[in-house]
T-cell receptor, first 112, second 113 residues
Framework: QKEVEQDPGPLSVPEGAIVSLNCTYS??????FMWYRQYSRKGPELLMY????GNKEDGRFTAQVDKSSKYISLFIRDSQPSDSATYLC????????????FGAGTRLFVKA | GAGVSQTPSNKVTEKGKYVELRCDPI?????LYWYRQSLGQGPEFLIY????????DSGLPNDRFFAVRPEGSVSTLKIQRTERGDSAVYLC???????????FGSGTRLTVV
């Protein structure tokens, strides 16, 4: 079993839809939870991060962490064609270094 | 520099050859990471440096892979006796201290023929 599980999709939605992306994990030592966005032939870029449990909102993006269920989510409101990309969840522990482990990524297509 | 710089952007090599991939992190970032990404997969951890030393090299697949960061800034990933299975995009990332919040370069696309 992988430490971080993420449905690779692809996920196709119409412009303006609410998008929900999710990951599950197995390592209870994870404390930092991140979402990265990756466009084709580019490196991932940090979108959101959350320390421990809770919600965090930034514009159209909301990140949620439920440590009791080992489940994290990213919501995108009013999705735009420019949001079409691969979304990678990632997490790291505060002990044993900050080795960041990534999910497989979910490919998102937002149709105009 | 303004961002993480990786050179070359593309590298084609013959099976069995030796290659070096270079990463120039953001100035002041003490932590540096190497990842490998295959098509349709997420980045796979290879090695992590804190300063000059390798804090965690548990992701290096075998002893053909080696990485250095002699002055705590630029890093080089070295692959000996390359195999076709080594073909992937090799990503470098750096972060301020080691909070795991990474800034990535655009990667080096390695193709072994």
């Amino acid at each position: 079993q992988k430490e971080v599980e993420q449905d690779p999709g692809p996920l196709s939605v119409p412009e303006g839809a609410i998008v929900s992306l999710n990951c599950t994990y197995s390592n209870s030592a994870f404390q930092y939870f991140m979402w990265y966005r990756q466009y084709s032939r580019k490196g991932p870029e940090l979108l959101m991060y959350t320390y421990s449990s809770g919600n965090k909102e930034d514009g159209r993006f909301t990140a949620q962490v439920d440590k009791s269920s080992k489940y994290i989510s990213l919501f995108i409101r009013d999705s735009q064609p420019s949001d079409s990309a691969t979304y990678l969840c990632a997490m790291s522990a505060t002990t044993g270094g900050f080795k960041t482990i990534f999910g497989a990524g979910t490919r998102l297509f937002v149709k105009a | 520099g303004a961002g993480v710089s990786q050179t070359p952007s593309n590298k084609v090599t013959e099976k069995g050859k030796y290659v070096e991939l270079r990463c120039d992190p953001i100035s002041g970032h003490t932590a540096l990471y190497w990842y490998r990404q295959s098509l349709g997969q997420g980045p796979e951890f290879l090695i992590y440096f804190q300063g000059t030393g390798a804090a965690d090299d548990s992701g290096l697949p075998n002893d053909r892979f080696f990485a250095v960061r002699p002055e705590g800034s630029v890093s080089t990933l070295k692959i000996q006796r390359t195999e076709r299975g080594d073909s992937a995009v090799y990503l470098c990332a750096s972060s301020f201290r080691d909070r795991g919040l990474l800034t990535f370069g655009s990667g080096t696309r390695l193709t072994v023929v």
